[in-house]
Nanobody
Framework: QVQLVESGGGVVQAGGSLRLSCVAS???????TGWFRRGAGKEDELVAA?????????VYADSVKGRFTISRNNGENTLYLQMNRLRPEDTAVYYC???????????????????WGQGTQVTVSS
C-alpha cells in the first residue's frame, strides 16, 4: 500500500522560507515524483518534479524557478521542497505525488498519478 505523508507547511511572511517533506512508504522515492499545489479556487499546479534516480531530470514551474528546489533522500525515502523568497501567491495546499511522463519531460507533459499525500498548507502573508 502506497502512502505519502507531507509536512513542513505553515504561515510565513513574504520573503521567508519553508522546507516541505514527503515521507513515502510502499513506494521508492527514487522513482519519478513531484510536488503539486492547489490554491483556493484554483486548479492543481505542478510545482516541481524529478525523474528517476539521483541524476534524474528536474522540472520547475516558471513561477518558482530560482526560488524553489526539489530534492530527495533515498536512504530516508523522503522528498523535499525547499521554498525560498516566498510570495503571497505561493499560498496553497502542497501535495507530493508519484508522477509519470510518458511523452517526455516537458513541464506540460508531466502528469500526476493516483498516489497523493494528504497535503500541507502553506500560507504566505504580505
Amino acid at each position: 500500500q502506497v502512502q505519502l505523508v507531507e509536512s513542513g507547511g505553515g504561515v510565513v511572511q513574504a520573503g521567508g522560507s519553508l522546507r516541505l517533506s514527503c515521507v513515502a512508504s510502499g513506494l521508492s522515492i527514487s522513482s519519478p515524483t513531484g510536488w503539486f499545489r492547489r490554491g483556493a479556487g484554483k486548479e492543481d499546479e505542478l510545482v516541481a518534479a524529478t525523474g528517476r534516480g539521483d541524476g534524474g531530470i528536474i522540472v520547475y514551474a516558471d513561477s518558482v524557478k530560482g526560488r524553489f528546489t526539489i530534492s530527495r533522500n533515498n536512504g530516508e525515502n523522503t522528498l523535499y521542497l525547499q521554498m525560498n523568497r516566498l510570495r503571497p501567491e505561493d499560498t496553497a495546499v502542497y501535495y507530493c505525488s508519484k508522477v509519470i511522463a510518458p511523452t517526455g519531460w516537458a513541464y506540460s507533459r508531466i502528469k500526476s498519478t493516483d498516489y497523493w499525500g494528504q497535503g500541507t498548507q502553506v500560507t504566505v502573508s504580505s
